[in-house]
């Protein structure tokens, strides 16, 4: 099937979503929606390995959630919570995005190219195989990583600010693990968060991931594979224990 594309100026986010899922349900894999606006819920539970949607414009929130499969390539910011919940696929951000980014994530990819609100990969969670990636090649606001239970998050500080300079950063996490470009001051890790500097084993292993997001946005992947990281992890599997009373 030939390229689909739709002119979503002025129309409503639930007319969107099924002209979408109706194209796809027809065979259609290349898609292109110019003069987005605002409209939520785009490729929500949409499905398909094969399907690439280009938005041109700001989605609003809920950008893929629950996808499972297609790619999709955002020429401009994103509203809040892109990948919510998402099981596999891709979303690349050519921009920034708002708060709650990759929200209990449990499989596929989420790279943005500038920064990220508040709450970044909250709950992030994996299973066996399915392992979510989220990659800010900025900054991010507070709380970054907060009950993240798996998973992979990145922060590489390319804005010219510091990636992380506000509290919490993986306040309650108990799972997964978060490596941020450069140091971490100690006063903003959140509660149940550790740092280390990260060994080169471990720089070796997030290399495939900086490498992919660096060709996503056509950036200089030696200039940050050559970098020094920081890794945060969980220091206990329970980190609020000793909230509650056990009998």
């Known amino acids: 099937m030939r390229p689909v594309r739709i ?8 007319q969107l979503n099924q002209m979408i ?5 027809e065979g259609a894999t290349e898609i292109t ?26 989605p609003g929130g809920d950008l893929g959630m ?7 390539i ?16 891709t979303i ?3 921009g920034s995005a708002g708060d709650a980014v990759a929200h209990s994530m449990r499989g596929g990819k989420v790279f943005v190219r500038d920064n990220i609100g508040y709450r970044g990969g909250i709950h992030m ?6 392992r979510p990636v989220l990659v800010v090649g900025g900054s991010a606001r507070a709380f970054l990583g907060e009950y993240m239970a798996g998973g992979l998050l990145i922060v590489l500080g390319l804005s010219g600010i510091p990636p992380l300079s506000e509290r919490g950063v993986g306040s309650g996490i108990h799972g997964g693990e978060i490596y ?32 992919t997001f660096s060709e996503c946005f056509s950036l200089d992947a030696e200039h940050l594979l050559s970098a020094d990281y920081t890794r945060i992890t969980p220091s206990s599997a329970r980190p609020f224990a000793n909230k509650y009373t056990w009998e």
């Open 125 to 130: 969670k994996q299973y066996l195989e399915k």
């Open 33 to 58: 929606i110019d003069h987005v606006l605002g409209q939520r819920f785009i490729a929500d539970g949409l499905r398909g390995d094969n399907v690439t949607i280009t938005i041109n414009g700001v």
């Open 180 to 211: 941020v470009r450069g140091h971490v001051d100690d006063a903003i890790l959140g509660v149940g968060a550790r740092q280390k500097p990260a060994t080169d084993e471990e720089r070796h292993t997030i290399a495939p991931v900086i490498r």
């Open 66 to 72: 629950f996808m499972s499969g297609p790619t999709l």
């Open 74 to 89: 955002v020429r401009g910011n994103a509203d809040h919570a892109p990948g919510n919940t998402m099981d596999a696929g």
């Open 7 to 14: 002119d979503a100026r002025d129309m409503h986010y639930t």
């Open 21 to 25: 899922r109706n194209v796809v349900a």
């Open 92 to 94: 690349v951000i050519h």
